[in-house]
């Protein structure tokens, strides 16, 4: 029987390794870290493989991988501790150390540098020649509360990392022995005044926000009138959105406004058919088509002499103004369907700017 043996990884403590069962060949299957302290040890991280073969019994055999891990300056340096107190009094300057996993060259010596403000009320110096640590006291006595310190620090390599430091002033003098915080909190750099201008100019612009809002919202308010329209019952009020003027155009009697045939004094509605007057008789449409020139000859005499057939001679009352005119109707000078003589003397009383009219048909001065 031909001899084959498999590989399996007995220990990967940090599995970040696997293994081809066939060849024995190891990958990794993750990201190798030489900062991990609890997998790597003096920058060697170990794992142990163990081979199997198929024989009867089987027999097996382990082995240790050490693996030696490079360094990769993928880390900045950092401040310790981050957390100190400071008496208000005489105030004692505190040692920070300065650490850095990664291996030189890519440690010290280190840079370090106060930002956001903090350097109006702090001030640091190196305490050693390879930069390795820091010396932080404050600048003038400061009032009590916390502080915070955003401190800048920059390796070998420029790789930097900024860290905020967590300063507790104390009610004490000289060396800090015992710390109640009770202060109020304060940022490195801004006083408790300062604090307080902020806060004060935030609350005014949102006072002056909402005024603006209820000035905008008062404007679009749309005005009610005073009377609505279902509470008006006068008959001569008209609502056009205007405003000005008044109802002195507008007071007036709708009935006197009314107009048309039916509220004349003394009128009768002459436009019409007359309906006393026989309606004459046509001729119907004859069978024979030799009767037709004289069929239309005698419908067209009827039509003509027909007195109900429009237009009618009659009075068309086309706006009635009203009566009391000084004027006669002049319904008489209708012409007439005679040839009898009319009566115009009546014209003679008509005044001299009737005299031609009356000389003409009353048999005046000329006859």
């Known amino acids: 029987m031909e001899q084959r043996i498999t590989y399996r990884i007995w220990r990967d403590a940090a599995s970040w390794l696997e293994i081809n069962p066939e060849s024995g060949a190891i990958f990794t299957r993750a990201e190798l870290d030489r900062e991990d302290i609890e997998h790597v040890k003096n920058s060697t991280y170990e794992a142990i493989i163990v081979a199997i073969d198929n024989g009867s019994p089987v027999a097996t055999g382990t082995g240790t991988l050490l693996l030696i ?3 990769v300056n993928d880390n900045g340096p950092v401040p310790e501790p981050r957390s100190m107190d400071f008496c208000q009094k005489n105030p004692q300057p505190r040692v920070i150390n300065i650490n850095d996993p990664d291996l030189p ?14 350097s109006v009320n702090w001030t640091i110096e190196y305490n050693d020649q390879a930069h390795e640590s820091l010396i932080l006291k404050p600048k003038k006595t400061l009032e009590l509360g916390d502080y915070k310190i955003n401190l800048k620090l920059t390796d070998n390599q420029n790789k930097d990392q900024v860290t905020t430091l967590d300063v507790f002033v104390c009610d004490c003098e000289g060396v800090v022995n015992s710390c109640k915080r009770t202060a109020p909190y304060a940022e490195a750099g801004l006083q408790v005044p300062a604090i307080l201008g902020i806060l004060g100019g935030i609350l005014a612009l949102l006072i002056l926000i909402l005024l603006l809002l209820l000035f905008v919202r008062r404007r679009g308010v749309v005005k009610e009138p005073l009377l609505p329209p279902e509470d008006d019952t006068r008959d001569n009020v008209y609502y056009y959105d205007e405003e000005g003027g ?6 007036f009697d709708l009935s006197q406004l009314h107009r048309g045939l039916d509220a004349r004094p003394e009128v009768t509605r002459n436009d019409v058919a007359p309906t006393l007057l026989s309606v004459p008789q046509y001729r119907p449409r004859p069978a024979n088509p030799d009767e037709i020139g004289n069929f239309i000859d005698e419908n067209l005499k009827a039509a003509d002499t027909d007195p109900t057939a429009p237009p009618y001679d009659s009075l068309l009352v086309f706006d009635y103004e009203g009566s009391g005119s000084e004027a006669a109707s002049l319904s008489s000078l209708n012409s007439s369907e005679s040839d009898q003589d009319q009566d115009y003397d009546y014209l003679n009383e008509w005044g001299n700017r009737f005299k031609k009219l009356a000389d003409m048909y009353g048999g005046g001065e000329d006859d």
């Open 69 to 71: 891990l490079s360094d």
């Open 105 to 118: 060259p890519n440690t010290s010596p280190f840079t370090a540098e106060l930002t956001h403000g903090a």
């Open 246 to 251: 008044g109802e002195e155009d507008q007071d």
